[in-house]
């Protein structure tokens, strides 16, 4: 059964930081693509970063210069380290694994097999 479990979340001010982690169980973690969505309450989930099985990393242009994606294959956890964060980026942010997918799959929740219960990021000014 294949488990992704997010941390990390929490309040924080304008320009601060945070960072997420999303351990994994149940999968090959080495062989999947894995990635952060985020979504606000009235809005559509919308792809933050993902990081493929080779390393390789994309990010929403909203994001870039800001975000890291990143995996450490011996904890089986994928991190996202947020910085110079914007109220505008307050949402329930979501760890989600699949098979092989294309860096366009950022774009695509749909696409992914297997999503965490998210964890909260408040921004505040």
């Known amino acids: 059964q294949v488990k992704l479990e997010e941390s990390g979340g929490g309040s924080v001010q304008a320009g601060g930081s945070l960072r997420l982690s999303c351990a994994a169980s149940?999968?090959?973690?080495?062989?999947?693509?894995m990635g952060w969505f985020r979504q606000d309450s009235d809005k559509e989930r919308e792809g933050v970063a993902i990081?493929?099985?080779?390393?390789?990393?994309t990010y929403a242009d909203s994001v870039k210069g800001r975000f890291a994606i990143s995996k450490d294959h011996a904890q089986n956890t994928v991190y996202l380290q947020m910085t110079s964060l914007k109220p505008e980026d307050t949402a329930m942010y979501y760890c989600?694994?699949?098979?092989?997918?294309?860096?366009?799959?950022?774009?695509?929740?749909?696409?992914?097999?297997?999503w965490g219960q998210g964890t909260q990021v408040t921004v505040y000014t």
């Open positions: 989600a694994a699949a098979v092989a997918l294309p860096h366009w799959a950022l774009k695509v929740p749909n696409a992914w097999q297997y």
């Open positions: 149940g999968i090959y973690f080495s062989g999947v693509c």
């Open positions: 990081i493929a099985s080779d390393g390789s990393a």
